[in-house]
């Protein structure tokens, strides 16, 4: 599990000047009111909060929104309050946790011909700070990454929740890596023979085309180059869900 220092660390690389105390001071928080509790894995319940908070440093998102999914959980599943949470981080920070808070208890089903409504009472449900939206997703991505650990009977909807709502949500964001990430997951449940028959089929063909890939990359640079263009040229895999 990341320790306090490396949380810390992984947000100086891109901004030298953090608020090292607010992050400290979230972790500590969080730690303590998750305490013992433990997720369907057995794992500690904060390697979740912390994990979320990992997924938007990759992301480059600012100590406030990486507090907030610190905190993100310890309304809904601890003793701790949005009054406690006000007085020790500020009103916006607390807002910002309940409004997580309340996006959770949504009732998000995923019927094909009810898409568009969960989509709107979603996007009504972060509007007022777009920093709720952005939580929400790494939660549910991290969500995703751990689904073999939910109970068989929950995985199927968890999936097709993702499916029709998180992932277009993604997208929207201009978050295309993790929207291609939710989409294989979710496929890999929704589908699991159709998926393994397009994973083998699509790494058949990619190792097939390998070398003309490279023969393209080459020929494209050495134009820029010829050219003093400034560009990288590079190749990417279909994913299994795009096909």
Do not use: C
């Not at 979603?122 to 709720?132: H, K």
């Amino acid at each position: 599990m990341m320790r306090q220092y490396e949380l810390v660390e992984r947000v100086q690389r891109y901004k030298p000047d953090v608020n090292e105390a607010l992050l400290n001071k979230a972790y500590v928080y969080a730690m303590q009111k998750h305490g013992h509790q433990k997720r369907a894995s057995g794992d500690p319940y904060f390697s979740h909060p912390l994990e979320v908070a990992a997924i938007l440093t990759e992301m480059h998102m600012d100590e406030a929104t990486i507090a907030v999914a610190l905190l993100h959980d310890t309304i809904e599943d601890t003793t701790a309050t949005r009054a406690e949470i006000d007085e020790l981080f500020g009103p916006e920070m607390g807002k910002l946790v309940e409004g997580l808070t309340k996006l959770k208890k949504l009732d998000l089903v995923s019927k094909k011909a009810e898409q568009a409504e969960n989509l709107r009472k979603l996007l009504l449900a972060i509007s007022e700070d777009i920093r709720v939206l952005l939580v929400k997703l790494a939660d549910r991505l991290h969500n995703m990454r751990t689904l073999d650990h939910m109970p068989e009977s929950k995985r199927l909807r968890i999936a097709e929740e993702t499916m029709d709502i998180y992932a277009p949500l993604a997208g929207r964001m201009g978050m295309q890596g993790m929207r291609e990430e939710l989409e294989e997951i979710a496929f890999r449940y929704i589908n699991p023979e159709a998926y393994r028959a397009v994973t083998a089929r699509l790494a058949e063909i990619f190792e097939r085309n390998k070398g003309v890939l490279q023969e393209i990359e080459t020929a494209l640079s050495g134009l820029f180059e010829k050219h003093t263009i400034k560009a990288s040229v590079k190749s990417r895999q279909k994913k299994p869900w795009s096909v």
